[in-house]
């Protein structure tokens, strides 16, 4: 019989990142079936409401009261929970070695009066508001916090433009100013490469590609994904783009987004054609070739072609599509080899398991071109050629799941900052006869979890004592340089038999071929 | 652009308002940086803090 039990702390305010650690702790107890900690703001209380927790209590809860709801096997161990995440949330002690405590913008300029970017990661109720103030007082803005109404986005968007300042989301994951990471980003070394992108994992893949191939990065300007919408009118893809062709240290721009809506792309294609430098252009879904001027613009298809094109134009100043199917020939063939003779013939399906947005897209629009015509490919994202799938907790045929989207993250860790669901998800797959291989990727740096590998310790354990072989592909979004250190974690998974790819693309590459039996030259027709 | 220009010119120096863990990796790559420990404002009633706002 199953307890569901609420308390509530009042009057105390800690940030997502520290509760979700809290939940995180508690998830892992003993008769947890989910523990979640929130602050009680309308936006999580509704979304309490859609999966049925919101208890009266939790109802009169306040913005700056936490909300603590577990479900558990036994009411002991709901109680057992909840006072071990009281303990936790009151031990968090601050580690902040400042001198002075600032409370508002005004306050902090004081400590810090030459102060130029204001990043804000508060509830979206609030981060509006205080984006308005720092606008105010001439700071630039990265607005990490989602949920904001899009009229505000528009009018803080359009008075930062008009001020000359730039506001960089909101819902802006990654962001790197002068090779200094902001949010959810690689370590890269500096370089002549600018971005300006609509998507987080996006532009980490494309940083992480360009510094393996010894071409730095030195600013990442993240636009938020709303930005190409009409109603927005790509205001900060088009300063970013402006701004980046200022800065004489970018010798090449790249632009990696969703394509915008159509008179928003067509103004960033006009804008595009004014700069100075030359530009690169992914517009993930749209088919290269809509925009290609040489020596002057040039449109890709994948993340890949836009690290290996950008690279191979610093390298040679030649711009070029740089177009590959794998880096290594040989050792797909060997792959394909050995995978053919291990898998049982009821082994049919890919299973993806991402935490990555862009990445799931990607490998979504990559994979559903390998698949034979009769075969589906279910998802969770929206993109033409794909099935949406009804039920995202159940796979079926071949099925890529955005373990990051909101239907995941309610209450719960992102992926990329602790792997509890996708472990869950990983062990249902594999215990699935029909699961011919998983396909999974790992995105370090800085706000990612600092060891992701050991966080799944348990499951590839389970999965290496299976009766049956499930192959794994993986792909690692990160450098050396990372606090999570890929030249460590490369030989890590290779040493369990799980296939490490250099990029996603060519991970998803490698999974259609193991599920569908397929080789490689009906890639390379 | 000019304020914009003059970020990507001179690096960021941050004012960072909320996650704490953004405040400690600025701190690691050296950088200027305060935090800012928010709170939600008018004891999280957004209905009181715009007619605080108003007000002021």
Redesign the interface.
Known sequence: MFSVKTHIIRQL?R????LMRAASAANKLEGIKIASVF????KNKSLLEEVGLLTPEAQNA????IIISVHADTKSNASKAIQYIIDLISQEV?????V??????R???T??T??????????G??AA??TRL?LEQ???VML??DNVPIEDEIALKNKAHE????VMGPDCGTAM??N????FANVVMPGPIGIVAASGTGTQEVMVLCHQRGIGVT?AIGTGSRDIKDSVGGVTMI??L???D??PTVQSIVIVSKPPDNKTLQKVLEEVQICSKPVIINFLGKKAGYCDHPGKTLTVNTLEEVAYSASHFIQSKELKRISVIFDDYEEIKRILSKTKSILMPEQKYIRGLFAGGTFTYEAAMIISDILRPTESLWTNVNLGGTKQIENPNMSREHTLIDMGADEFTVGKPHPMIDQTERTRRFLKEIKDPQTAVILIDFVFG??SHIDPLTDMQDAFTQWELLDRNIPIVTHLCGTELDPQDLNKSIPTLEDLGIYVMPTNAQAARLAALIATRGDLNQLMK | MEKLDKLLSTGPKVLNIGLQSFYESCETQGIPTVHIRWEPPAQGNPELLSLLDKLL
């Open positions: 305010y940030d997502s990142v520290q602050m009680g703001t309308p306040k913005s700056n009261d601050t580690t902040l070695k400042e002075a405590i600032y409370r508002s913008i306050g902090a300029l400590g810090l030459d102060a130029n970017l204001a990043v804000i990661s508060i509830p109720e609030f508001r205080e720092a001439n700071l630039n990490f916090s001020e000359g300042l730039i100013i002068k200094v990471g902001l949010g600013h300063d970013g402006h701004g980046l200022h800065d800085w706000g």
